[in-house]
């Protein structure tokens, strides 16, 4: 069984930093494609920024300059620095992350999320 747990969510002020965390657990043989997606109440889930198993990283436009991810092969972890946070990056953040199983099977799974809220 395959799990990713998230962490480092929490409430600050606008113009703050937050760092989340996410943890990969279980039987595997690697991962490929790591992700945050996060979902404001009333929207759809959205891609925040993703990297690749080779580093190479993307990011939605409405954060470029302000989020980093970066991620640890070696450990299986995944993390998002957020800085110059706004309160229309209040969202429930996901980690996704596609493994690697086994007859070349590859699957993504999902994190619990983690509740970011930017106010005042």
């Known amino acids: 069984q395959v799990q990713l747990v998230e962490s480092g969510g929490g409430l600050v002020q606008p113009g703050g930093s937050l760092r989340l965390s996410c943890a990969a657990s279980?039987?595997?043989?690697?991962?490929?494609?790591m992700a945050w997606y996060r979902q404001a109440p009333g929207k759809q889930r959205e891609l925040v920024a993703v990297v690749t198993s080779g580093g190479t990283t993307d990011y939605a436009y409405s954060v470029k300059g302000r989020f980093s991810i970066s991620r640890d092969i070696a450990k299986h972890t995944l993390a998002l620095q957020m800085n110059n946070l706004q309160p229309e990056d209040t969202a429930v953040y996901y980690c996704?992350?596609?493994?690697?199983?086994?007859?070349?099977?590859?699957?993504?799974?999902w994190g619990q999320g983690t509740q970011v809220t930017v106010s005042s």
């Open positions: 279980g039987t595997f043989f690697g991962i490929n494609d």
């Open positions: 996704n992350a596609v493994f690697v199983l086994g007859a070349g099977r590859r699957y993504g799974y």
